[in-house]
């Protein structure tokens, strides 16, 4: 399989490179700011020469984000963000492409392109900002709003079963998936990494404050006095330990993950899984990706990272090969080719 590199640099460029001199038009204390800083902190890391990254986008906050890089961008209409990006990897698969997408862009308006971009593994790093609500359309419930939320669409609560992201990309047989979050932009700019070095489909969760439109929704992962308790940051080959003094753990019991306390009921640091973002089996990266509070913290960083074959590579490889040993070398060939009539 031939695997199609991107040219790198030859001088050093620094996130300054990478800052549009457009005007950021994000609300003051939006989680989106971190989020721009982090990969604009992440792009000159990667090594790609600025001319090979390509950003493209939906309609939503997030889908602004291609203005702000100074970069190739596509800022394309509402849910089509994967398609556009399926289409410029292919047409060339020397570029480095990244698509910035939201909740609602994602799963609902785009929830076709989305599961179907995943499934077919084309290497595009995906950015999801989750802020659980429609932001630029004034605050109507998305498809990851908690059940019972009031919004503009919901006045009396939610009587939806919200996805939970990274079920709905395992589930498309997703082969990279990472979880951030806005309040901890040296994590967030990490995954951005691995996401980049993954080959296929990565997407990149990240739990992102809306202070207008869901102020404070993923506050039981975020708040000071909780998140010690509430976040596991998973480390490749480490023991899944949590807790201010790194003294909970999730262990195995009964085929279910479980938080439990070193020392307690003779649970030692042995007894405790170690992640293992490589393996094949999607089974333990499922339960992980589910768990959330308050039994459980919710997993941050890596969770899945497995390597399939990419359907981009693939199809370079069948036109390849359609090219040296098909018969039809020009137009001539083509229309002369078949079943061809003569009129009189
Ligand atoms: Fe950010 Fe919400 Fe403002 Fe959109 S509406 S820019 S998501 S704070």
């Known amino acids: 399989m031939e695997n199609y590199t991107i040219e790198r640099s030859k001088v050093e460029l620094t996130k300054e490179d990478f800052v549009s001199d457009q005007m950021v ?3 003051p204390g939006c989680g989106d700011h971190a989020i721009l800083s982090s990969v604009a902190n992440v792009f000159p ?11 493209v986008s939906g309609i939503g906050c997030s889908s602004r984000f291609p203005y702000y890089m100074n ?5 394309g209409i509402h849910g089509r963000a994967a398609a556009i990006s399926s289409g410029v990897k292919i047409a060339n698969p020397h570029l480095s492409v990244w698509m910035a997408t939201g909740d609602g862009d994602s799963m609902a308006i785009g929830g076709n392109h989305f599961i179907h971009i995943i499934r077919r593994n084309i290497d595009i790093n ?3 900002f989750n802020n659980q609500i429609y932001g630029l359309t004034k605050g109507q419930y998305s498809p990851t709003t908690p059940m019972g939320a009031i919004t503009k669409t919901s006045p009396q609560g939610t009587i939806e079963h919200p996805f939970n992201p990274g079920e709905l990309i395992l589930g498309a047989q997703g082969t ?3 979880r951030g979050v806005d309040t901890n932009p040296k994590m967030m700019t990490e995954i951005m990494f691995e996401a980049a070095r993954h080959d296929g489909t990565s997407v990149v969760e990240i739990l992102q404050n809306c202070v207008i439109f869901a102020d404070k929704t993923h506050q039981t992962i975020t708040s000071k006095d909780l998140r010690d308790d509430h976040q596991l940051h998973l480390k490749n080959g480490e023991p899944m330990l949590f807790g201010k003094e790194k003294n909970k753990g999730i262990i195995m019991k009964d085929s279910r993950l479980e938080a439990v306390e070193i020392g307690v009921n003779g649970i030692t640091e042995d007894d405790i899984l170690i992640h293992d973002q490589y393996q094949q089996d999607p089974g333990l990266h499922l339960m992980i990706a589910k ?11 890596v969770i899945r990272s497995a390597m399939y074959p ?7 490889e069948q036109i390849k090969y359609a090219k040296e040993t098909s018969k039809i070398r020009n137009m001539d060939d083509l229309l002369n080719s078949g079943d061809t009539w003569v009129i009189e």
């Open 25 to 27: 038009k994000w609300c």
């Open 45 to 55: 890391k990667i090594g790609y020469r600025k001319e090979n990254f390509c950003l």
């Open 71 to 75: 970069t190739y961008g596509f800022h």
């Open 126 to 128: 995906i950015m999801l």
């Open 176 to 178: 990279f998936f990472a």
């Open 291 to 301: 768990m959330s509070p308050p039994h459980l913290p919710i997993a941050l960083g």
């Open 310 to 316: 990419t359907y981009d590579d693939m199809v370079e």
